[in-house]
Every structure is written in C-alpha cells, then in structure tokens.
Nanobody, 129 residues
C-alpha cells in the first residue's frame, strides 16, 4: 500500500514562493509517474504539474513558467517549487502517484485524475494580495 504525505504548504503574499514536498512510502516509486493537483473552494480539482519516469515535466498553462516539479527516486519524494504566486493559486494541493507506467508519459495521461492510484491528504496554500 502506498502512502503519500505532503508538506510545505502555508500562507504567503502575492509574488512570494513556496516549496511543496511529497514523501512516498511503499516499494514502488521510480516505476511510477507523479503529479500535483489542486482544488480551490467551490471548484473542481485540477491538474497542476506532472513528471514521468524519464524526468520529463508537464504543466498546466496557468502555472507554466512559475512552478517547477521535480523528483528524487532515491528519497522517494516529489517536489513542487512555486514562484511568483498569485491569489488564484490558493488551494489545497495534492500529490498523486500512478501505478507502474511506461518510461515516457503524455500530458494527456498525467493530467487525468483517473491515471493515479494513490493520493495524499493535501496541503493548504493561501496567497494573499
């Protein structure tokens, strides 16, 4: 069974930065793709960023150029560096893990919630203007 635990959320002013981390337990990590999603109050959960087994990264248009996803297979962690934060970035952020997957993944696969088999409990990010 996979357990994902996010950390690093908090409150920041617009223009500031935060770094989210997600630690995974269980045997498999390097053979899976990882993703970050977010959900704001009254809105559906949406894709933010994904990284496949090769290390290729994918982003939603709303965060491209501001956020960076990375992974450390040795430590079984995935991180999301968030810069130039905006009030619209305020949400609960979730990390997610796919089952064993192909070495190269597409954004179509990574952006689909149904592609993931495990989810963290979420961490709150609040950006004030």
């Amino acid at each position: 069974q996979v357990l994902l635990v996010e950390s690093g959320g908090g409150s920041v002013q617009a223009g500031g930065s935060l770094r989210l981390s997600c630690a995974a337990s269980g045997r498999t990590f390097s053979d899976a793709a990882m993703g970050w999603f977010r959900q704001a109050p009254g809105k559906e959960r949406e894709f933010v960023a994904g990284i496949d087994r090769s290390g290729s990264t994918f982003y939603s248009d709303s965060v491209k150029g501001r956020f960076t996803i990375s992974r450390d297979n040795t430590k079984k962690t995935v991180s999301l560096q968030m810069n130039s934060l905006k009030p619209d970035d305020s949400a609960v952020y979730y990390c997610a893990k796919t089952p064993r997957t192909a070495f190269f993944a597409s954004i179509a696969y990574l952006s689909r919630q149904a592609s993931y088999e495990a989810w963290g409990q979420g961490t709150q990010v609040t950006v004030s203007s």
